[in-house]
């Protein structure tokens, strides 16, 4: 069964970068597309970035030109490259599949200071 394993958060100023990673186990890794999401306190869960296995890449209106996601299929890690960090971008941070088929990670704190 896949596991998904994320890094990378932590407290940072607003206008400062984070680099997230996403370390999934299992072969099957590198055959599908993969996302990120973040659900911030109170909110439901929204995806926010999503690479296929050929490396195009979708983004959300709210993230597009700050973040940027890519992946290393050797590596089984799939990045997010998050620039310019607003306070609104605070959640805690997750990745899967655009559809979420496998079982959720721990997922990692980002907190944006003002």
């Known amino acids: 069964q896949v596991q998904l394993v994320e890094s990378g958060g932590g407290l940072v100023q607003a206008g400062g970068s984070l680099r997230l990673s996403c370390a999934a186990s299992?072969?099957?890794?590198?055959?599908?597309?993969m996302a990120w999401y973040r659900q911030a306190p109170g909110k439901q869960r929204e995806l926010v970035a999503a690479?296929?296995?050929?490396?195009?890449?979708n983004y959300a209106d709210s993230v597009k030109g700050r973040f940027t996601i890519s992946r290393d299929n050797a590596k089984n890690t799939v990045y997010l490259q998050m620039n310019s960090l607003k306070p609104e971008d605070t959640a805690v941070y997750y990745c899967n599949t655009p559809v979420g088929i496998f079982p959720w990670g721990q997922g990692t704190q980002v907190t944006v200071s003002s």
């Open positions: 690479i296929t296995n050929g490396g195009r890449t």
């Open positions: 299992g072969s099957i890794y590198s055959i599908v597309a």
